[in-house]
């Protein structure tokens, strides 16, 4: 089944001398469960397309089609609505609320998406635990190293029981080991919740682990290949 | 959770945070301070006006107190004094002839308003008995006594047992003098109405006046409290009906007004400081605003709607400003608490402050509502120095703020 859907996805940036066309025409499906990466050098436009399927970027042209909803058609505020129930995010920098632990970053989401208090602390537990850093539930993100940060944006992503989660070059921070033991924690709970992966990234660790790269260059999708792993 | 997050991120920038917060603090025990020492100094005032002056309330024929016609009196005083002070909460009730007049000493002479007046029934309705300087209060002279205040004795050049010759018109419209001798001088620290008020026992001027026996031109009634006024007042204007019956507020408005003004002025003082306070404010929240653009920008990412966004920046502007104004608000209180039973000593600027009739020791006095009101005025000021910054914050655009590195 087809959690997303893309279209004819157009991105043009004006600039006062020339025009710049960051995403050329993508017309590409995820379905549920996958566990993908799009790769592609710098300026590729892979981040603008993640944006753009994220409903943070706007299309220039096109239909970004996620659980049957057309995203781009969505009023601002319902937009915001959308992400929150629906996308998860990981971001490169980590991206934590500097001022709250660990627990609070995984309860936020929830909180904000109105979650009775009793689900939303035996889910923080329940994603801290999967991501192997329960016993740091009541730790600051600056108490923790940056593997650990990112595990806490994953639970945090994961926490809100989204439809996929993307995530723009989260290992690009890490080292080599906490970048393993990160893609392991995530292929896990890829397969645990069958929640959709999608990465934008060149690390080919990252690559090494996906099922599916799909490899974007000048705006445009080059290659898309599915391994068995 | 936004709260604590507000409340949290202000700690974010400790210094930075400490020093506008220790600004508004100041500013604010500035307000406070000043608020009470001048609802303390007009407070003083009034209430040695009453003492003194006015006592709380007071009973006259109509039209008395426009044309202080001689003949104006109440045929039946004495009978309404010694009812009036059998009403609860009443402290004393005291009849006085009133008459303006002439006072010659060997040297010069002065017109004066003199009050005839029972000595007993006067001290419990006036101080002036505490207050005297010089001699004793209508004791050591046998025949016809008078107090008077110090500046009069020093115009007129006289002491205790000088003696001064009053002169008046009787309802008859004749002129007579009568001698009297100073039995004591007083000062109630208010130079214009010691050197025109002075006081002589009842019978005496009834005596020398030829008017009959009872009568009053002014009843002085003093209360236990102010609170009680208007219940008391009500019960005075039943026995007295048909006179004009006036409390404090009345025979003195420019007293009633002295207090309001003072409140206005602290006001308008409270919001030229916030005023100037809400620079910093606005400056510290657009610092916050900036640095934290890529925060936002994540926040708006993963479901953090405008609102919320508003309320947070709100939030933190609000603690922020709050945090200063109670720490000034308690500092300002605590002045104040000590203040009240240890004066603020203006003494070296006294001769000033007594022409004008204040005290040149002021205690301090607060109400609470005040501190409620600053309080109410720190938040709006909060919020205020939010709108902008805030309005930046809802300017950002995720994906841009996302890309900051």
Known sequence: MNVIEIKDLVKIYNSSEVQVKAVNGITVNFEEGEFTAVVGPSGSGKTTFLNMLGGLDRPTSGSVRIGGTEVWDLSSRKLIDFRMNNIGFVFQSYNLIPVLTAGENVEFIMHLQGRPKKERTERTKEMLEAMGIGDRIKSRPAKLSGGQQQRVAVARALASKPEFILADEPTANLDSHSTSELLELMSKMNKKYNTTFIFATHDQRVMDKARRIITIEDGKILSDEKFKR | ?405
């Open chain 2, 1 to 405: 959770m936004l709260l604590s997050i507000s409340w949290r991120n202000i700690w974010r920038n400790k210094v930075r945070s400490l020093v506008i917060i220790f600004s508004i603090a100041l500013g604010i025990f500035a307000g406070v301070a000043a608020t009470a020492f001048m609802k303390g100094l007009a407070e003083q005032r009034i209430q040695k006006v009453i003492n003194t002056e006015l006592s709380y309330m007071q009973i006259h024929k109509n039209g008395f107190r426009q044309n202080s016609d001689f003949k104006s009196y109440m045929p039946d005083a004495q009978n309404l004094a010694s009812e009036i002070r059998a009403i609860p909460n009443v402290t004393g009730a005291s009849q006085r002839i009133i008459v303006q007049s002439m006072i010659a000493s060997a040297e010069t002479a002065s017109g004066v308003l003199i009050a005839g007046i029972d000595p007993e029934l006067e001290s419990k309705v006036t101080n002036i008995h505490d207050r005297i300087i010089e001699g004793a209060y209508f004791e050591g002279i046998k025949k016809n006594p008078v107090v008077i205040g110090k500046k009069l004795a020093e115009k007129l050049n006289v002491k205790v047992k000088s003696k001064l010759v009053i002169t008046l018109q009787d309802t008859a419209n004749n002129v007579i003098s009568g001698l009297f001798r100073v039995s004591g001088i007083y000062t109630s620290n208010n130079n214009v109405y010691d050197e025109s008020h002075i006081f002589v026992r009842y019978d005496d001027l009834l005596r020398l006046s030829a008017l009959p026996e009872g009568v009053a031109h002014e009843i002085a009634i003093n209360i236990n409290d102010n609170e009680n006024l208007q219940t008391i007042e009500s019960s005075v204007k039943e026995i007295a009906s048909g006179y004009e019956v006036l409390d404090w507020k009345s025979l003195s408005p420019e007293m009633n007004y002295l207090t309001e003004a003072m409140d206005l002025y602290m006001y308008i003082f409270i919001i030229i400081i916030l005023l100037a306070l809400l620079f910093g404010i606005i400056n510290t929240m657009l610092m916050v605003v900036m640095e934290r653009t890529k925060e936002i920008g994540m926040l708006m990412a993963v479901g953090m709607n405008k609102i919320r966004i508003f309320s947070m920046v709100l939030l933190e502007s609000i603690l922020l400003s709050l945090t200063g104004g109670v720490v000034g608000i308690i500092i300002g209180a605590a002045f104040s608490k000590w203040r009240e039973t240890k004066p603020i000593d203006l003494s070296a600027w006294a001769q000033g402050y007594e022409q004008l009739g204040y005290d040149a020791y002021v205690y301090t006095s607060l109400e609470p509502v005040m501190l409620v009101n600053i309080t109410i005025l720190v938040i709006i000021t909060g919020v205020i120095a939010a709108l902008y910054p805030a309005y930046k914050a809802l300017k950002n655009d995720p994906a841009d703020a996302l890309r900051i590195e």
